[in-house]
Antibody, heavy 122, light 108 residues
Framework: QVQLVESGGGVVQPGESLRLSCEASGFTFSNYGMHWVRQAPGKGLEWVALIYYDGSNQFFIDSVKGRFTVSRDNSKNTLYLQMNSLRAEDTAVYYC???????????????WGRGTPVTVSS | EVVMTQSPATLSVSPGERATLSCRASQNVNINLAWYQQKPGQIPRLLIYGASTRATGVPDRFSGSGSGTVFTLTISSLQSEDFAVYYCQQYDNWPPLTFGGGTKVEIK
């Protein structure tokens, strides 16, 4: 079964850290660039980060640069998002998302995980 | 950054009627535009990519058009399962990839 399953979300205080994971199954994970997309409560979708299929490049939205890192372990079919210095405005459901087509830079998402909620609150 | 603007924010439509959703990009994104549907409590579902190509399994009552900076998603005859929030997303000029703010299609 082709799927993405996120984990690692929770409730933290401002300034703390969390590490999200996304385990992929049912497809060749190492063939795809992978993304994180978030959705704040009652709000729209916001792209957060991208890591190339081989981990060679990573890109981030400006608001998380220097605080978030993205990595992957292709041997474990797992994507990670390390979130440091968390802020209230990072509160959201975090989805990992896979492009519909492998190997090309057409970043539209045909496969989404169910998301993991992150709440940053004092 | 390419800013995506969707209108209207809310569209009230009766079942069986036609719905027309708009998405504008702040700069040319060619046809690198996708549409997603999201129902309450559910994950986004890809409907359209390449501005006009339906994703697998998407009913043909959904159609996309446009290029450059102006795009449209049309639902020809709204079914009960189509009431949802719809997002456009550009993937031409990145990072960042950017989504519109969404259009909620509600029952009139």
């Amino acid at each position: 079964q082709v799927q993405l399953v996120e984990s690692g979300g929770g409730v933290v205080q401002p300034g703390e850290s969390l590490r999200l994971s996304c385990e992929a199954s049912g497809f060749t994970f190492s063939n795809y660039g992978m993304h994180w997309v978030r959705q704040a409560p009652g709000k729209g979708l916001e792209w957060v980060a991208l890591i190339y299929y081989d981990g060679s490049n990573q890109f981030f939205i400006d608001s998380v640069k220097g605080r978030f890192t993205v990595s992957r372990d292709n041997s474990k079919n797992t994507l990670y998002l390390q979130m440091n210095s968390l802020r209230a405005e990072d509160t959201a459901v975090y989805y990992c998302a896979r492009p519909m087509i492998r190997g090309v830079l057409n970043w539209y998402f045909g496969l989404w995980g169910r998301g993991t909620p992150v709440t940053v609150s004092s | 950054e390419v800013v995506m603007t969707q209108s209207p924010a809310t569209l009230s439509v009766s079942p069986g009627e036609r719905a027309t959703l708009s998405c504008r990009a702040s700069q040319n994104v060619n046809i690198n535009l996708a549409w997603y549907q999201q129902k309450p409590g559910q994950i986004p579902r890809l409907l359209i990519y390449g501005a006009s190509t339906r994703a697998t399994g998407v009913p043909d009552r959904f159609s996309g058009s446009g290029s450059g900076t102006v795009f449209t998603l049309t639902i020809s005859s709204l079914q009960s399962e189509d009431f949802a929030v719809y997002y456009c997303q550009q993937y031409d000029n990145w990072p960042p990839l950017t989504f519109g703010g969404g259009t909620k299609v509600e029952i009139k």
